[in-house]
């Protein structure tokens, strides 16, 4: 099978997967805005972004390893799977004594009470990341995606028991995932033979080293990634202004609008999964650059397009995706979506731009570039956010992914030189943000406007969208 075909095939897998798991994931937050108060789901943020914060930082990013090593048919799946779940497991043993103190962090302070469940929350999650990476490293990709879809249902019925059933809120929300995950990764151990490839007698300490140089660079990227992502809402639930909404209730409603975005996210995590692969396995191709340039100028395409339309479409899908019934301060959450929208497009971008590092080992590129976004970061969103609010962290987010997109398509593109049109990126570029202007200002014609500049968007990325899929299809 060549590179583009393997490409598409495994881009179809993983679609049927995520598709169902994502819409089921977009659904749920219409449950937890029914059942959760705009400060109990910054709450709700707070710790999933913890439980983020923590898996690279005790697990040591060595899920990147075991995909990167997974892969690479020069090293032994037995040793990878071993020597990563080992010292993976050992970190998080060091975790669960470090999770009692982030209570004693002042921002952090929603949190208290919830220390103990965050514990096994990160271990039920790093134990299944752990699993279904060394799946996907396998070239087990139907059995990846089935789990997505399993995983996704199991949280579903897990939410609809908990939190809309016996109404334990947050508590509720934790408890589902840490069960969801935990039959994830029953199911995966038990469907691709996981224990076969456990064995504590192929610890390999050169291939430890190796994998640790590799993924430790790795701890500091995703602490920036991670960081950039949320800083917003910190800002917004501790920062104090006297003329724009600021704490705990609008942090909740940012979290609330941050969510449909997640549609722009849901077709590059579709997309990403199978093209990380194909970075990797083909990083020694003579002809990587040329594959490069005809996967980008699609990927690119296809991302302004969704993005167009889902702006256009904002209010409708945030009626059905944010539950205003019970707390109707979330009603307003859909005019804050249109600069996040723009932003995820960009965050798309910069991970597309990542596994240019990954492929070719420059991870600590990696790390600088995403530093200086999230310096910028933390700067306009001190600067932006008291004078213009919720809407300035909107478009702080924004600033700060287009900064590291620009740094990254320079820095990038010196290990893998592929051909790009900095024009036609302007020029959506420009055309997107007059849309966000017209979806945040809503003047008279808005619709209007707004069909106009999908139809303009369309019109700039549909022939070179038609082409390159075209050629992608002859191969």
Request: net charge positive; aromatic share 14%.
């Amino acid at each position: 099978m060549n590179k583009y075909k393997k490409l598409a095939v495994n881009t179809v897998i993983f679609a049927i997967g995520s598709f169902s798991s994502k819409i089921f994931s977009l659904l749920l937050n219409n449950l937890y805005t029914r059942h959760i108060s705009p400060a109990g789901f910054y709450t709700k943020t707070l710790l999933e972004t913890m439980a983020l914060f923590l898996l690279p930082v005790f697990t040591f990013s060595l899920t990147e390893a075991i995909v990167r090593y997974g892969l690479d048919k020069n090293y032994n799946k037995k040793q990878v799977f071993t020597t990563a779940s080992l010292i993976a497991l050992s970190g998080l043993a060091i975790m669960l004594l470090a999770v009692p103190l982030l209570r004693l962090i002042p921002f952090l302070r929603p949190i208290k009470g919830y220390t103990l469940l965050l514990g096994i929350y990160v271990c039920t999650s790093a134990i299944r990341s752990i699993c279904s990476q060394f799946v996907r490293a396998r070239g087990m990709v139907k059995l990846f995606a089935l789990d997505g879809i399993i995983t996704t249902f199991t949280l579903f019925i897990f939410n609809l028991i908990f939190i809309a059933g016996l109404e334990l809120g947050v508590r509720g929300f934790m408890i589902s995932t840490i069960l969801s995950d935990a039959c994830s990764a029953i199911l995966l151990t038990l469907a691709a033979g996981l224990g076969r490839f456990f064995d504590i007698s192929s610890f390999s300490r050169p291939l430890g080293k190796k994998m640790l140089s590799f993924s430790l660079p790795l701890i500091p990227t995703s602490i920036m990634w991670i960081f950039t992502g949320f800083s917003d809402q910190i800002f917004i639930g501790n920062l104090k202004s006297d003329h724009v909404q600021l704490g705990e209730d609008a942090a909740g409603i940012y979290s609330a609008a941050a969510k449909i975005p997640n549609l722009i996210s849901m077709i590059s995590t579709i997309f990403f999964q199978a093209w990380n692969m194909s970075a990797i396995t083909e990083n020694d191709s003579k002809d990587r650059d040329i594959f490069y340039a005809k996967v980008y100028s699609a990927y690119e395409s296809i991302l302004f397009i969704s993005a167009a339309g889902l702006i256009l479409l904002v209010k409708p899908i945030s009626a059905i995706l944010i539950n205003y019934s019970t707390f109707p301060e979330y009603s307003r959450a859909y005019l804050y979506t249109p600069l996040l929208i723009a932003a995820a497009v960009f965050t798309c971008f910069d991970l597309f731009l990542s596994s240019i590092y990954t492929a070719t080992q420059h991870t600590k590129n990696a790390f600088f570039t995403i530093l200086l976004a999230c310096i910028a970061n933390i700067i306009l969103n001190i600067c932006i956010i008291p004078e213009w609010g919720i809407q300035g962290a909107a478009l702080t987010t924004f600033l700060s992914y287009l900064l590291c997109y620009c740094i990254r398509m320079i820095d990038a593109r010196y290990y893998v030189p592929f051909r790009f049109s900095a024009g036609k990126n302007v020029m959506n570029t420009g055309l997107l943000l007059t849309m966000c202007a017209v979806g945040i200002f809503r003047p008279a014609g808005n619709m209007l406007w707004l069909t106009m500049l999908v139809a303009a968007i369309v019109f700039l990325n549909y022939g070179a969208l038609l082409t390159t899929v075209k050629k992608l299809i002859k191969r």
